[in-house]
């Protein structure tokens, strides 16, 4: 009996070993920015993922009714900006892309009064404020196995992660955007410079 206990622990072990490997490394691994698909800015230019210049990038998902998590997030991000542009890399060598998960909702004017409470003011500065459609938003979000619905109340249902994509676009890091961790400035602006030297 003492032999059957020791078995099964040692298989528990390994199922555990093998389901970190897979959320830590195998996963982020496959998330990448996805192909064909085209959104558009805030302010109705097209964004394709397609053939983007090379740099990092951090994305964020969110919709502007949130109460909590997303606009937090997007303050972290605001303040990693300042000094991202303070070290002369913002907008040249890094990119910021939030996308709205509520495109229904979340109309060109809603998504450029978010943009706008963060202090960016059209296309061409760095950051871009994407919506799309439907099946664009879901093909984004799955590209990087970020989860979403909408209970029908108007407060969706959401992952709560941030992904930093190296030049390549490959997710180098997931960001935990609410809980205990939080959005660290400080330390997602280190990764970024270690990735940029």
Known sequence: MKKLYIIVARLLLIGIGVGIIYFTVYQPASMRLPKNVTMETAWGAPYSFDGLPPKVRLIEFIYTNC???????TMQMA????RLQKAGVFGRDV?????????????????????????????GQGWVFLRGSKA?????????HFQYRDPGNGMMV???????LNRDGRVIEQIDMGGASRFRVDEVYETIMDELS
């Open 79 to 82: 303040k990693l900006r300042d």
């Open 95 to 123: 990119e910021f892309v939030t996308i709205t998960i509520d495109p229904a909702r979340d109309t060109k004017e809603k998504l450029q009064a978010y943009a706008n409470a963060f202090g960016i003011t059209g296309d």
């Open 136 to 144: 664009a938003t879901k093909a984004t979000a799955d590209a990087f």
């Open 158 to 164: 959401h992952t709560s992660l941030a992904y930093l």
């Open 67 to 73: 109460p909590d998590i997303c606009p937090n997030t």
